[in-house]
């Protein structure tokens, strides 16, 4: 079988995308940057590449890479690898192929407010939004928003913004915290979409897409959210396809004339009155996992179709089956039971029925993201991180405690400094390839 190199090879939804292509024959070659992703770490993988960034990736790297792993086909993870590697998709030979987007369909993915202009355009109900250009347009925005809003960048601003002003979403409550918020942007010339806040639960409709049809369709529910507030799901559930997301899921991506794996998201709101789009995942998305669990197998669908070029309809998968994150849904259980801190606009659910659900999430039928049986290497170098990381974090916080009462005690005191981690060594080079 072909190989496939798949860049960005590190986190949790690349590991799914290495077992899914494994588990049916294909090999798999990784490149990656981080020395502790887990999705390194797979016995599926037949080959390892390891990079500074994904910038080091130039042509010629890219080149030698797929020469050294006699690879043929491109997978990637992440929306700025597969816009770096877009700018090298014309260098490249004709016997390699990307297996997905070329740049300007993929910007409408990108790209939120071209995203909704599609979406619009095909009848799809979408969150009001409002774009802010200039300064000028900030006091337009939040006289005519409506409260809580949520702020969100429209794509990869281009321009480094400092730590503070940097956010996947942020809500506001009021006109006056809007303006004060984005007046912080003026001097940097971008910022982010205002728009309106959708209360309820979240629904994922995952296509691939073939020539303009369908060659994998698959349906899913989050059920918990981290932070609680509203963000990635921690654990969810497949469900059966409903005609109506799936038609307007189908007709967004044929507009946008998609080829390859993407995620519609949908917002239903408390009332089960709407269906609003939230934005288009044009890439593998966090819930893969599960997809792939229920029978729904869209790398090795995506293999076929963009790289072998078959011709593949739709297959039923199960219904019912539920995923979770070990390690992120326990912290899920603690701000929503214990801490309560991150309040979600339409206020928390009782602690009873926090309880309540995390209990059904127990069941042992409920799978997990990374521990898997056949596959144990990623699981034990997650929890050693893991477990690495807490006993990191309790350490700085004893002495970070035992440096405030330093200070307290004798203010004149010289502030001691903080050792920074080892910068970790530049380099480049593969293991054995199988």
């Known amino acids: 079988m072909t190989r496939v190199l798949l860049v960005n090879a590190n986190n949790n939804v690349a590991l799914t995308v290495t077992r899914a292509l494994g588990r049916r024959g294909v090999p798999v ?37 797929l020469k050294e792993s006699d690879a043929r086909y491109v997978m990637a993870m992440g929306e ?28 409408r993915a990108v790209d939120k407010s071209l995203t909704i202009r599609y979406a619009r ?17 900030i006091d337009r925005a939040a006289a005519a928003a409506s409260y809580p809003a949520v702020l969100k960048f429209p794509r990869s601003t281009g321009v480094e913004l400092p730590a503070a002003l940097r956010f996947g979403y942020r809500y506001v409550w009021s006109a006056d915290e809007l303006r004060g918020c984005l007046a912080r942007y003026a001097k940097y010339g971008v910022f982010p979409l205002v728009q309106e806040y959708v209360p309820g639960r979240g629904l994922g409709v995952e296509l691939c897409m073939s020539a303009g049809q369908v060659a994998c369709a698959f349906q899913h529910e989050r059920i918990h959210e981290l932070p609680i507030s509203g963000g990635p799901a921690v654990y969810r559930r497949s469900v059966p396809l409903e005609p109506a997301l799936f038609e307007q899921a189908v007709a967004l991506l044929r507009a946008m004339e998609w080829e390859g794996v993407a995620m519609v998201e949908f917002r239903r709101d408390s009332g ?36 072998e070029g078959e011709r593949v309809t739709p297959t039923p998968y199960r219904i019912g089956v539920a995923m979770r994150q070990s390690v992120p849904h326990l912290r899920w259980f603690w701000d929503a039971f214990v801490r309560r801190h991150q309040l979600p606009p339409e206020g928390f659910m009782s602690r009873g029925r926090v309880l309540w659900d995390f209990l059904l999430s127990c069941d042992p039928r409920v799978r997990f993201d990374i521990e898997q049986r056949d596959d144990v290497q990623p699981a034990l170098q997650y929890w050693r991180q893991t477990l690495a990381k807490g006993v990191g974090l309790s350490t700085r916080g004893v002495l970070s405690r035992r440096r405030l009462l330093l200070r307290q005690q004798d203010p004149e005191a010289p502030r001691s400094r903080t050792p920074t981690q080892l910068k970790r060594r530049s380099r480049y080079h593969t293991s054995r390839l199988n």
């Open 121 to 137: 355009a095909v009848g799809i109900d979408c969150p009001t939004t409002f774009v802010v250009l200039t300064a000028a347009d």
């Open 272 to 307: 089960h009155k709407r269906n609003v789009l939230m934005e288009v995942n044009g890439r593998f998305w966090g819930s893969l996992p599960l997809a792939v669990a229920a029978g729904a197998n869209f790398p090795h669908v995506l293999y076929r179709t963009m790289g």
């Open 29 to 65: 070659v990784g490149v990656g940057w981080d020395d502790g992703g887990v999705g390194m770490a797979s016995r599926y993988l037949v080959g390892r590449f390891w990079l500074d960034d994904y910038q080091a990736l130039t042509a010629e790297v890219l080149l030698r890479t």
């Open 80 to 107: 700025d690898v597969l816009t770096h590697l877009n700018s090298l998709r014309a260098l490249m030979p004709p016997y390699i192929k990307f297996l997905f987007p070329e740049a300007s369909v993929l910007a």
